[in-house]
């Protein structure tokens, strides 16, 4: 495979349960909606002519739901993997942004303007993210060097590679568009990545 180009299909899961109330999820095992079920199967249909040699997912339902329903066509269950959840947003988890600014305005002030480098209040920050996940990231990446393979994660774990991966620093994440459902494309060649797609919103 030397020598061939990499590519990535990374994916953010489907709509979840409870998605219009724009809550802080995290870590919190929350199922994907009856409309992130048709956002993962359009997705499915779309990639049915990729060859995948692999297919990955955070270890949280919403995302491994989403990888079964964008594996079937190929034949392949993915492997859950812990490091590519979502940031771990301790007790502000559940929570509305209105409700954490009333709870703690002083503490959200800061988090939005430190969004690379302020921790969730018991919870984890950006670098925490990028500390477990990265790593997973190029382990993968190199494990399937020439060949195609497809990651559901989430909006944050997203954006933390797509900095890794070109470079910037984490106060971007931000810059990332990352919807539900959504696809983005990586390309690795000569050591180096380069953008195919960015968040590709599934048709339905």
């Avoid at 060859?51 to 995302?63: G, I, N, Y």
Wanted: with cysteine; glycine share 10%; charged share 20%.
């Amino acid at each position: 495979m030397a020598g061939r180009a990499s590519l990535i299909y990374l994916l953010r899961h489907g709509e979840v349960v409870g998605a219009e109330t724009r809550r802080f999820i995290g870590h919190l095992d929350v199922p994907l909606s009856e409309r992130g079920e048709r956002q993962c199967r359009a997705q499915a249909s779309r990639l049915r002519g990729v060859k995948l040699a692999a297919l990955f997912s955070s270890d949280l339902v919403r995302a491994r739901r989403s990888a079964e329903l964008i594996g079937a066509p190929h034949g392949l269950a993915p492997t859950a993997l812990p490091a590519l959840r979502e940031m771990a947003m301790g007790r502000w988890d559940g929570l509305t942004a209105a409700e954490i600014r009333a709870r703690e305005p002083e503490a959200f002030a800061d988090w939005m303007a430190h969004v690379g480098e302020f921790p969730f209040p018991e919870g984890e920050s950006v670098p925490d993210l990028v500390a477990r996940a990265v790593p997973t990231f190029v382990t993968l990446a190199a494990a399937h060097a020439g060949q195609a393979i497809a990651i559901v994660a989430h909006g944050g774990t997203n954006r933390a590679l797509l900095c890794h991966a070109f470079g910037l620093p984490l106060g971007r994440l931000l810059a990332f568009g990352q919807d539900y459902g959504a696809l983005t494309v990586l390309e690795s060649s000569a050591g180096s990545w380069a953008l195919r797609r960015m968040n590709e919103r599934p048709m339905l």
